[in-house]
Structures are given as C-alpha cells and as structure tokens.
C-alpha cells in the first residue's frame, strides 16, 4: 500500500448530510463572531473569521463532491435501466 492514497466514498447523501452539519456550524460559528465584534474582541474575531473562512471552503467543496457523487449515481442508474430496457 506504498503510495497509494485511497479517497474516502461516501454517498450523495453523506455529501449531503455533512454540507447540512458544516452549514449549521457556520451559522453558529458567525453568530459568536458578531457577538465578538460587538464586545470589541477584534483580536478572537479575527481568528474565528479565519476559521469561518475555512469552514465556508469546506462547505462549498463539499457540495461540489455531492453534486458530483449525485450525477454519477444517476448515470448509472440511467446506465442500468438502459440496459434493463435493451437500449445501448
């Protein structure tokens, strides 16, 4: 298994599930980070910015690979039921 890197397969809905979760932690996360700036905690506000930053990457990348899983997942199935029906 020398340099073999092995991808983790989750489904479209995993995808799903975890844009939902990362979603909901941005959420959370901008709402401490409102009340930082109104405390005047520029310095702690800064440092959850960055993270709010990587957590919205994150997200979008996750829902890129979701997208991705969900066309797939459909063209295969289309693939089977094709088959299925005779056509090619």
Avoid at 69 to 83: F, H, N, P, S
Wanted: overall charge positive; hydrophobic content about 40%; aromatic content about 4%.
């Amino acid at each position: 298994m020398e340099g073999e890197s092995e991808k983790p397969s989750f489904s479209a809905y995993e995808y799903a599930k975890m844009c939902s979760l990362t979603a909901d932690a941005i959420k959370k996360v901008t709402k401490v980070l409102e009340r930082l700036q109104k405390a005047g905690n520029h310095k702690d506000a800064m440092l959850l910015l960055q993270a709010l930053d990587n957590l919205n990457r994150v997200n979008m990348k996750l829902q890129t690979l979701g997208r991705v899983k969900a066309r797939r997942q459909a063209e295969k199935t289309l693939e089977k039921a094709r088959q299925i029906l005779g056509e090619k």
